[in-house]
């Protein structure tokens, strides 16, 4: 049995734990270009070459927070030895961009200043199709887990489009935080929240953003509505046991198939960014996000590593730390499997997908009633670059 929980040391915590374990608590019952190399040629006019000047050759791009004030790092790898040219802004393609420097290798990494609170880099290639990058964190205060769903390269040599989708705990912010996310240039909010959950912490109102509410776990996370209970969990790995046998429900649920449609649906047709969210940003967020990736083509690697960028950036924020700290050590062993995200979380759900529907694309489309036409509209809109071809 979970140790009494009327303590008023430890409320804070169980507070924060009651509104994850609703965005988990499925209530299932009981627990069970280029410089080339001296020795390439592909410069000479072939069969194939103007293809080839269409794909991005970046293999991987990232910009980060440096040491310093204003100071960020940009690394890149490459497909060939390349020259690339970097320049950068404030905004994603703005055209007076400065340039900032170039190098000539398969890898490259540059420190630059930039007063940005997050700066657009675009990688210029001497062969291929550049690229845009900037920071995946927005290093929010109030909301730590809002990052950028994008700057994953697909299996085929694409890349997901950053700036066009992010995904977020709940929208909780600071006048300055909100300020922040008002100029990321998204239209639409979707929270994915129980409708108790909305209504007890409802979203900050920020102008130009259109709200709306995508109810996951529907009658089995709301209280009162024909739910059942969350069952007594006395060990750490029976709460483990738990959030994965909770993640099928993501899958299973009439409820979760019809938010998650409207979700990728109106993400498809968006005329702006896209935002979506749950409490903490890490389950029902953490499922979407695996989703879309994978129908974009990400690989599963690096689907799961998104997955688990939830412990860096909520399980191990201070306030969540601070949280579980102020429990009795017996109690904290037990809820912070319900406060971290574990691959076997994710690996519940993706089997689920692969023995009831074979593939992520047959769950979409008859698990989820997405439309082959929505998910070409899904891709159109945020990957970039040509594929590659064999």
């Not at 734990?17 to 009981?30: D, F, Q, R, T, W």
């Not at 509505?225 to 969990?233: A, C, M, R, V, Y």
């Not at 109106?266 to 935002?275: I, P």
């Not at 912070?336 to 992520?360: C, I, K, Q, T």
Request: net charge negative; with cysteine; proline share 5%.
């Amino acid at each position: 049995m979970v140790p009494a929980m009327n303590t008023p040391l430890i409320q804070p915590a169980l507070k924060t734990a009651a509104a994850v374990l609703a965005s988990s608590a499925i209530l299932l019952g009981p627990v069970s270009p280029a410089l080339a190399s001296t020795s390439h040629t592909s410069d000479r006019p072939h069969a194939g070459h103007h293809h080839r000047q269409q794909v991005i050759p970046f293999t991987s791009a990232t910009v980060q927070k440096a040491r310093g004030a204003n100071r960020w790092t940009v690394s890149w790898s490459s497909e060939r030895t390349q020259l690339v040219r970097v320049y950068v802004g404030d905004e994603a393609g703005e055209e007076s961009r400065r340039a900032t420097g170039l190098t000539v290798g398969r890898h490259g990494t540059l420190t630059f200043t930039s007063r940005a609170d997050r700066p657009w880099v675009k990688l210029v290639p001497a062969y291929g199709q550049p690229l845009e990058v900037t920071a995946r964190v927005l290093g929010l205060e109030s909301a730590p887990n809002l990052r950028d769903a994008g700057g994953y390269r697909t299996t085929d040599g694409r890349w997901v489009k950053y700036g066009a989708v992010y995904r977020s705990p709940a929208l909780a912010l600071t006048d300055e935080d909100a300020a922040t996310v008002g100029g990321l240039g998204i239209s639409d909010d979707y929270d994915l929240r129980t409708t108790d959950e909305a209504a007890t912490e409802p979203d900050v109102q920020i102008p130009g953003m259109a709200y709306h509410h995508l109810d996951v776990l529907g009658s089995l996370g709301n209280p009162g509505t024909g739910g059942s209970q969350l069952p007594d969990i006395a060990t750490a790995q029976e709460a483990r046991t738990y959030m994965a046998q909770a993640e099928l429900a993501m899958v299973d649920s009439e409820s979760a198939k019809s938010a998650y449609h409207d979700l990728f649906t109106g993400l498809a047709n968006a005329e702006g960014a896209g935002l979506y969210h749950c409490t903490a940003g890490k389950d029902r967020t953490g499922w979407a996000n695996a989703v879309l990736l994978t129908l974009l083509g990400v690989d599963e690697a690096t689907v799961t590593e998104d997955y688990l960028l939830s412990n860096t950036y909520f399980f191990e924020s201070p306030a969540i730390q601070a949280q579980l700290a102020a429990m009795p050590a017996a109690q904290r062993e037990i809820y912070e499997p319900f406060m971290r995200v574990e691959e076997e979380y994710l690996r519940s759900g993706l089997d689920r997908v692969a023995e009831e529907y074979g593939s992520m694309e047959a769950y979409a489309v008859d698990g989820l009633g997405l439309s082959p036409r929505t998910l070409a509209k899904l891709r159109a809109r945020l990957l970039v670059g040509e594929p590659t071809r064999g």
